[in-house]
């Protein structure tokens, strides 16, 4: 058991088998055609490996680096492009893949951003979606999984930049990020 974890909320295996099965339908979507997988750096490393490991179809990686929490529990809202992507996308079949959609400040973004670049297609793939903290709507075109309203780690999701290598998915206790959420609220007032 994990030390940090107040429960285990998806398995390594839970988490590979729909990797698979979300391989397989990304694969039959984009048969005939050349994919430009663009991964969301950090979190999406390790989900990204796994996934492109899956598809049967030629693809090409690239990554962005945005930024909208940084050492906090929520969101900024505030969106900023750290790493831009190395390659001019028009005409391209790109998908996005993340490992979470939560309030869909980051995706809403990264679509509007990339659309404007022309690319003959753009789709979104994440491993983990928590509908209850939507703020904007945003299309999700692949998921792996619907999750309750906690703060999960594991499998390349972090809390302050830990617990990414861990290879089950796993509810953080919340005293862990309690203390800085009340310093988050302090420095609201
Ligand atoms: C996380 C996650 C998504 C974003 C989702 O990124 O990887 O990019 O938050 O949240 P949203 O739907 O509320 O916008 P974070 O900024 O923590 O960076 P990281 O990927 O390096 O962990
Ligand atoms: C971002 C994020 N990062 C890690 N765990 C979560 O539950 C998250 N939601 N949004």
Known sequence: MYRDAERVLLTEDQILARVRQLG????????????????ILKGAVIF?????????????LDFMAVSSYGASSKSSGVV???KDLEQNISGLHVLVVEDIVDTGLTLN???????TRDPASLK?????DKPDRRQVAVQVDYNGFVIPDEFVVGYGLDYDGRYRNLRDILVLKR???????????????
């Open 175 to 189: 005293e862990i990020y309690a203390a800085a959420e009340k310093n988050d609220c302090a420095g609201e007032k």
């Open 109 to 115: 973004y990264l679509r509007e951003n990339l659309c």
């Open 24 to 39: 397989e339908e990304i694969s039959r979507d984009y048969a005939g055609k050349e994919l430009l997988v663009v991964g």
């Open 124 to 128: 979104i793939c994440t491993l983990l």
């Open 80 to 82: 900023r492009i750290l």
């Open 48 to 60: 990204m490996a796994d996934l492109v490991r899956c598809l049967t179809v030629p693809a090409r």
